[in-house]
């Protein structure tokens, strides 16, 4: 089973500046990485599927990148509604589809 | 517009049943496989299963491997989770939710319902 390790598991950032959040897998998934993001009270959201490809209707604002093991998502301007928890998610190698255990990003 | 809508969960006791539907709509349900997710209140996602799009494939997380039954029926635009031998940890929000282009294997889910919770306690 491959393991996604997110970090930090809290960041803390003030409106308009970027975050950096990461996700690094135990072995190579290629770029079978995807990104979501969840507010509570809510299903998660597609942000960012093979790697670097945002879904439809996700302002460019957030962007992805990396393959193999590293993988980064970047927003680069933050707004109000950007606080919430984001998961990886790899499916390379599957089963099991494995998740990350969530990056909490926070008002500074 | 595609919707998600799962029911059927509740309060079960340890060892019992519970049966998950989804009801599926806005697209072309058997062109899809389709999954089952499970969140932890508070916690992170645990992918749980999978059917492909005619639901002649389906795979299971080890954990719920031989207790727990994928199923689909394509006429009823309808997914489906048989749920036996429930135990403590399975109590969770689960959601069903899209594959975005898979039949027969995993991608990124698009969609997702807004989740059914079952609560698994004595």
């Known amino acids: 089973e491959i393991v996604m390790t997110q970090s930090p598991a809290t960041l803390s950032v003030s409106p308009g500046e970027r975050a950096t959040l990461s996700c690094r897998a135990t072995?190579?998934?290629?770029?079978?990485l995807a990104w979501y993001q969840q507010k509570p009270g809510q299903a998660p959201r597609l942000l960012i599927y093979?790697?670097?490809t945002r879904a439809a209707g996700i302002p460019a604002r957030f962007s992805g990148s990396g393959s193999g093991t590293e993988f980064t998502l970047t927003i680069s301007s933050l707004q109000s509604e950007d606080f919430a928890v984001y998961y990886c998610q790899q499916y390379n190698n599957w089963p099991p589809v494995t998740f990350g255990q969530g990056t909490k990003l926070e008002i500074k | 517009e595609v919707q998600l809508v799962e029911s059927g969960g509740g309060v079960v006791q340890p060892g019992g049943s519970l049966r998950l539907s989804c009801a599926a709509s806005g697209f072309t349900f058997d062109d899809y496989a389709m999954h089952w997710v499970r969140q932890v209140p508070g916690k992170g996602l645990e992918w749980v299963s999978l059917i492909s799009g005619d639901g002649g494939s389906t795979y299971y997380v080890d954990s719920v491997k031989g207790r727990f039954t994928i199923s689909r029926d394509n006429s009823k635009n309808s997914l489906y989770l048989q749920m036996n031998s429930l135990r403590t940890e399975d109590t969770a929000l689960y959601y069903c939710?899209?594959?975005?282009?898979?039949?027969?294997?995993?991608?990124?889910?698009?969609?997702w319902g807004q989740g059914t919770l079952v609560t698994v306690s004595s």
């Open positions: 093979d790697a670097s």
């Open positions: 939710a899209k594959d975005t282009v898979g039949y027969t294997y995993a991608s990124e889910f698009d969609y």
């Open positions: 072995q190579s998934v290629s770029s079978k």
